[in-house]
């Protein structure tokens, strides 16, 4: 097992790739706290885990907030003692609309969320993490925010992309400030993943540039050398990977799921 007895917190663990990597953390030994908004859907993570005989916690948390982001962290040590992993996986899909008709709201949320929220969840678990000098943070990022090789471009999408090039970024700067502590840092940047946010995003761009949906999704599958979308499973191996002992030597990286994305979708 590859997290045996580790202590992991995911966010966004309500639903979709965050339900996943909670399921597959618990399969790999870890007790795991799932923390999103929607306590229903959090504590159907919950059932799913503890039917299998796994452990795990369900704590409501706005990541816009950070009292809440402290309490979920004190709540997670309370329950399990120690807090060894945290997966940054909560995120918005953000607007799809140009940068000269964005919302100055909608582009602060997307931030606030997705970047912010991950940084402040480190913040608070390291608090924890650096005292017993062992810990893994794993952010989950995007191809869309894949910077400095010309792929990150995609229209329309600025606010999302921006917010996930920022998980690269983070990524990189807190491994070199942690690494000392013997605490690890990497991201995973998925490219289109199987489910129901994908779709919404599709039809999103078919709407914003006339491009019809179908289209939309066959080039994305053309543009992918395993010519198909990543599955939420694919995601979550790679996030048990880097959080895991098997990954000791790695820090500061960014791993691509992307089932060989040439083309940014
Ligand atoms: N799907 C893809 O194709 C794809 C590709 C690349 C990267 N990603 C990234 O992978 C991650 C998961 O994506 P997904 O497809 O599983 O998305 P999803 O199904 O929309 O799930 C997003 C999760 O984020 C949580 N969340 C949203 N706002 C929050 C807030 N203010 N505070 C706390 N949690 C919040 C949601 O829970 P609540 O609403 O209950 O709060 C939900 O659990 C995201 O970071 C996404 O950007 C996805």
Not at 12 to 37: L, N, P, T
Not at 245 to 264: E, N
């Amino acid at each position: 097992m590859l997290l045996k007895d580790k202590v992991a917190i995911v966010t966004g663990g309500s639903q979709g790739i965050g339900r996943r990597i909670a399921i597959v953390f618990a399969a790999e030994g870890a007790k795991v706290v799932v923390a999103a908004r929607n306590l229903a859907r959090l504590q159907e993570t919950v059932d799913a885990i503890t039917e299998k005989g796994g452990r795990a916690l369900a704590v409501q948390t706005d990541l816009c907030d950070e009292k809440q982001i402290e309490h979920m962290v004190a709540l997670t040590i309370k329950t399990f003692g120690v807090v060894d992993v945290l997966v940054n996986n909560s995120g918005v899909a953000g607007p799809t609309v140009s940068v000269a008709d964005t919302d100055l709201g909608q582009w602060n949320e997307t931030l606030a969320i997705n970047l912010t929220g991950s940084m402040l969840c480190a913040k608070h678990v390291l608090k924890h993490m650096i005292p017993r000098k062992c810990g893994a943070i794993v952010n989950i990022g995007s191809e869309r925010g894949r910077t400095g090789d010309g792929k990150s471009g995609s229209p329309m999408r600025a606010s999302y992309a921006c917010s996930k090039a920022g998980m690269i970024a983070l990524t990189e700067c807190l491994s070199t400030e942690v690494g000392t502590h013997n605490i690890r840092v990497n991201c995973v940047t998925a490219a289109a993943v199987r489910g129901e946010r994908i779709v919404n995003v599709f039809k999103h761009q078919s709407e914003a540039t006339g491009v019809s949906f179908e289209e939309l999704m066959s080039k994305m599958v053309e543009d992918y050398s395993l010519r198909r979308a990543v599955e939420p499973d694919e995601v979550a191996r790679a996030a048990a990977f880097l959080a895991s002992d098997a990954a000791s030597g790695i820090t500061g990286q960014t791993l691509p799921v992307s089932c060989g994305i040439h083309v940014i979708f």
